[in-house]
């Protein structure tokens, strides 16, 4: 039964627009938004007319064009794109590892939280020592040889998963939710520090440390840029079931923003590879960024939750950042080990 209060709304005289006053909903507090009717909420819930995107309020001219929320994104990047820098640029592999590694266990901490709530945080830390043992596996085995061994870090892989499942062997019959642990666990191990382990061995390719920030860049400009061009000119949905907030204004904007990130960042950090191979390179990870997003999005989706955390201000968890990282990075190593061979 509906027991929230919807949005009190009221019509003005012949030839005037229809506003509405949504005292209880969002975190803006609130105000008169042109058009819009919240819809009935259950207790407890959020209502779901809490999202800028929802009525467009910066076309109202009701809202200031910047909101707290935008404010707290680029605050955020101001203070993290700075140390990143200097981690990639000037602070050496060991530095550049134990970023990684720290990453990589908040990340899934966030990711066995999404997954599954109910079970006790203690229960996380071992599948967390088994990812950094498997990102640390990368560091150890992809340096062997020149360009590393592509089948090196299937090593460390095959190990993690026999002493996860011996884990779980052992904890049998003490464990009623045996077979959704042990699954969460064997999927937070693929997803992140598998994933994310490709980063280490990216930047201990030639040229890795520029290598790394090219990545990046097409990747931060291509989320960028999707999120403000869905913003201003997004109107067909790309996933709704999926990503309500997606649109494919803003997925096709954000694939340009990669592509055009890509040739302006190989100009200058990358100046010896192939133009053409950098651009097609920048699209392709544009895409599997996409998808990178829309997974994520799934689990949050099924998790009920918004964001995977509160630990960035105007951007959410680790994994709402990481999402298209993480299916690009292998892209990138493989990519540059049989096409562009290194």
Known sequence: MVVGRETQCQAGRAGQLRSCFAPSCGSLGGGLLKGAVCPPFREGEKPACGGVGHFRLL???????RSPLHLKRWLTALVALP???????KGGLLLFDGVVLLIGALGLWEFLGLLRPERQPGGRLPTIGLGALLILGFALTTGKAPGGT????????AGCFFLIFLWHLARFGRNEQLLADLAADTLALCYLPFLLGHLVW?????????WVLWLLAVIFAGDTTAFYVGQTWGRRKLSPAVSPGKTWEGTLGGLAGSVVAGGVAGYWLLPGASLPFLLALALALGMVGVLGDLFESMLKRKARVKD???LLPGHGGLLDRLDSILFAGPLVVYARLF???G
Do not use: D, F, H, Y
Request: proline share 11%; net charge positive.
């Open 59 to 65: 076309s109202t001219g009701l809202l200031p064009r």
């Open 83 to 89: 140390l990143l820098l200097l981690v990639i640029i």
């Open 150 to 157: 592509p089948a090196g870090p299937l090593v460390p892989l």
């Open 202 to 210: 990216l930047r201990r390719l030639s040229e890795g440390e520029w």
């Open 308 to 310: 995977a955390s509160q």
């Open 339 to 341: 096409i562009c061979q």
